[in-house]
């Protein structure tokens, strides 16, 4: 067993970390897996599902409960963490997460199988969070670039490899091993992060903010509902929408307000006061809208416009998540070598507002090889923008409020996903009604009704004239949802200029010689605690 002290100092950067931390970073990647593949597995295995359990009408839900219990519990386990320990609370949330894995895979009707994904994604919540809080007590920013690649790794093989997993698993062991394949995977996770890590223990003598937890828990529901439902379940319009965005706004300014007498608040006001902090939970809020909803229209668009198979769509966005990672090991290695970054924000913003630009310009004539070189574009904005939020983010704050900022930041990137699925959704949606309106024969429109759910073979078999005009509707509808991300990605970019460059911990002078800086941000100073794994 290997003893490492972190400390702050010039020459922190040239320790070398020693086996038991690259191995609990492992059991860290493996854990990040989980949370990221499940959506994506469980996705493909659903009609499966449904053609077993029924249940059709209560679909959505099988991934909304998951959703909502993920984006609810995410800032109480980073809370959690900061109070009573990170490793304790994180093998927690593992366990949890299991057992929902193991009991969803049991469900015997549909009702079972929503609720023991609502219990899978309290776990999950603790995942991401726990992952990127430990890996910022364990090792100093200056030295935490080199792990990005890792990260964005992780993140690339879920996106690419999930549909060919779960459709894999389905069709040779059947669905319920889409969630008792997490059980193996997590025990391996537990046992290695029980065995090589040990973090300094915690026991806070204050109590748990149950009133903000509450309303913290309400308010981000009733978000993460409005986002799901309006446009598809209920028009933005309706009584039961409006109902939704008032509990939700209400909720949410009784928890700012009670946050200010708290005596431990879920969410402490004052990490906002760090200019870095509120400009990376901007930054990761946009980034999130821009990548789920780019994730969800690119695969669309090739099937449905280019003829391109839908069992192969996580491979149609290697151009994308290819480049994101390229370009997130590059940042990584740069910034751990000069101790810079705010140059990598920038150019991440500018090069994904001219990617989602240059996507909103395809149409029925576009070649693969063109759409490739668009969203290549975009991943290269991504990959500098992904990682650098939470590294940024997280040399913004104090040790004692790691995990606060980590939940934080995986929280707005979490309702930006949200934001953008339902927002792009909605102009998509309406753009294809609109196209097909004008240039469909007569009942032509009712024929692509279920337009997101019409493969290649489906098209193949339309009449001429139908197809044509659908295929011109998908493309009317990405220019639009593109067109839209871009104008947002613009706002990461203005955010991205505000950036000030503290320098990060593990770089530049002494604990003891760097002062705080005047917008709130610690300087390079605050030193990581001492760690011995």
């Not at 379940?233 to 209400?250: D, H, K, N, P, Q």
Request: charged share 10%.
């Amino acid at each position: 067993m290997a003893d490492k002290t972190e400390a702050a100092t010039g020459d922190a950067g040239a320790v070398k970390q020693p086996r038991s931390v690259r191995v609990v970073l492992l059991a860290l990647m493996i854990a990040m897996m989980l949370a990221m593949l499940d959506n994506m597995i469980i996705g493909t295995a659903m009609p499966t599902i449904v053609g077993e359990l029924g249940g059709l009408e209560h679909l959505s839900w099988v991934v909304t409960a998951y959703t909502l219990a993920t984006a609810a519990s995410t800032p109480l386990w980073g809370k959690l963490g900061d109070m009573y320990g990170r490793k304790g609370s994180f093998m927690t949330s593992i366990v949890i997460f299991l057992a929902g894995s193991a009991l969803s895979g049991m469900a015997q009707d549909m009702g079972q199988l929503i609720g023991f994904r609502a219990i899978q994604g309290l776990g999950a919540g603790g995942l991401m969070v726990g992952v990127m809080a430990i890996i910022g007590d364990l090792i100093p920013p200056r030295e935490r670039g080199k792990y990005q690649g890792m990260i964005a790794g992780v993140m690339a093989l879920s996106m690419i490899g999930g549909p060919l997993v779960g459709g894999t698993i389905t069709d040779n062991w059947g669905w319920r091993w889409s969630f008792y394949i997490n059980i193996p995977l997590g025990v391996i996770a537990l046992i290695a992060i029980s065995a090589v890590l040990h973090l300094p223990k915690k026991r806070s003598q204050a109590r748990i903010d149950y009133l903000g937890a509450a309303l913290l828990t309400v308010g981000i529901t009733a978000i993460v509902l409005v986002t799901t439902w309006g446009g598809t379940e209920y028009a933005w319009t309706s009584a039961r929408i409006m109902e939704l965005i008032g509990i939700g706004v209400a909720a949410l300014i009784g928890f700012v307000f009670w946050q200010t007498r708290a005596a431990e608040p879920i969410l402490p006001l004052h990490i906002f006061r760090s200019r870095n902090f509120t400009l990376m939970s901007v930054i990761g809020f946009i980034v999130g809208f821009v990548m789920f909803g780019a994730t969800l229209f690119l695969p669309l668009y090739q099937q449905s416009v280019q003829g391109a198979s839908a069992t192969n769509s996580g491979l149609l966005l290697l151009p994308m998540l290819g480049a994101m990672l390229v370009t997130s090991m590059v940042a990584g290695r740069v910034t751990t070598s000069t101790g810079r970054y705010k140059i990598f924000p920038i150019a991440g913003g500018a090069l994904m507002t001219v990617g989602l630009f240059l996507l909103s310009t395809m149409d029925t004539d576009t070649t693969r090889f063109t759409s490739g070189l668009y969203m290549a574009v975009v991943g290269l904005g991504m990959g500098c923008l992904m990682q650098i939020t939470m590294l940024v983010a997280q040399n913004s704050v104090e040790m004692k409020d790691m995990g606060v900022a980590s939940s934080s930041t995986t929280l707005f990137r979490t309702l930006g996903s949200s934001f953008g699925v339902a927002i792009m959704g909605a102009l998509f949606n309406n753009r294809v009604q609109d196209v097909m309106a004008e240039r469909a024969p007569a009942g032509g429109s009712k024929a692509t009704e279920q337009s997101a759910t019409l493969t290649a073979e489906a098209l193949k078999a339309l009449p001429a004239a139908v197809r044509d005009a659908y295929q011109h509707a998908v493309s009317a509808g990405t220019h639009g949802a593109f067109l839209l991300g871009s104008v947002v990605a613009v706002l990461a970019l203005v955010a991205a200029v505000f950036v000030k460059e503290v320098p990060l911990k593990g770089a530049g002078p002494k604990a003891s010689e760097a002062p705080a800086d005047g917008d709130g941000d610690p300087a390079s100073a605050k030193t990581p605690v001492t760690e011995t794994v």
